[in-house]
T-cell receptor
Framework: DQQVKQNSPSLSVQEGRISILNCDYT??????FLWYKKYPAEGPTFLIS?????DKNEDGRFTVFLNKSAKHLSLHIVPSQPGDSAVYFC???????????FGSGTRLLVRP | DVKVTQSSRYLVKRTGEKVFLECVQD?????MFWYRQDPGLGLRLIYF???????EKGDIPEGYSVSREKKERFSLILESASTNQTSMYLC???FGGGRGNTQYFGPGTRLTVL
């Protein structure tokens, strides 16, 4: 049973436009959410996180939104750049636990 | 900067060989993790360790074992490598608990078993 789902395996956007990556979860105990970016042949890099006490967190071009009632989070990248082309994983955790539960990833392609 | 290093970037082994993958972190993190990444399956947890000599099975521990003799070092062992263990192996570490669940990853080891 997949507790964290990324239903879009891939997304293609034009440079300069907004990229929106989505993630759904089923476990209402999750209270900490993260996004990672992964280039081929490299390890995932931590991008941004959000606690369940917030509904939005921003870091430069990256904003994560959390909708707890819908059990949905999204990552917005504005403006998108070709260097953002990578696989993006969302992950969720219960704060008291060591473990992160990862989605299957979305491959983002930003076209010049 | 958090630094997690893995002993090899690329490794080719034969079926039946014993394989050792080593991971070292320099941030004094309590927790260390081994994942494998396969296309379309995301990151799947093999084993994790929350303290020296302590370990817990993840979601796919079969065919693997681990060792953590020192806080900074976590080893993944494939007792008898098989072709279905061809994958990207990722090590990660975190403080965990009240100090944060953010995990920091090493560069990965691409293992091919022939």
């Amino acid at each position: 049973d997949q507790q964290v789902k990324q239903n879009s395996p891939s997304l293609s956007v034009q440079e300069g436009r907004i990229s929106i990556l989505n993630c759904d979860y089923t476990n209402s105990m999750f209270d900490y959410f993260l996004w990672y970016k992964k280039y081929p042949a490299e390890g995932p890099t931590f991008l941004i996180s959000i606690s369940s006490i917030k509904d939005k967190n921003e870091d430069g071009r990256f904003t994560v939104f959390l909708n707890k009632s819908a059990k949905h989070l999204s990552l917005h990248i504005v403006p998108s750049q070709p260097g953002d082309s990578a696989v993006y994983f969302c992950a969720a955790s219960v704060w008291s636990s060591y473990k992160l539960i990862f989605g299957s990833g979305t491959r983002l392609l930003v076209r010049p | 900067d958090v630094k997690v290093t893995q002993s090899s970037r690329y490794l080719v082994k034969r079926t039946g060989e014993k394989v050792f993958l080593e991971c070292v972190q320099d941030m004094d993190h309590e927790n260390m993790f081994w994942y494998r990444q396969d296309p379309g399956l995301g990151l799947r947890l093999i084993y994790f360790s929350y303290d020296v000599k302590m370990k817990e099975k993840g979601d796919i521990p079969e065919g693997y074992s681990v060792s953590r003799e020192k806080k900074e070092r976590f080893s993944l062992i494939l007792e008898s490598a098989s072709t279905n263990q061809t994958s990207m192996y990722l090590c990660a570490s975190s403080f965990g608990g009240g100090r944060g669940n953010t995990q920091y990853f090493g560069p990965g080891t691409r293992l091919t078993v022939l």
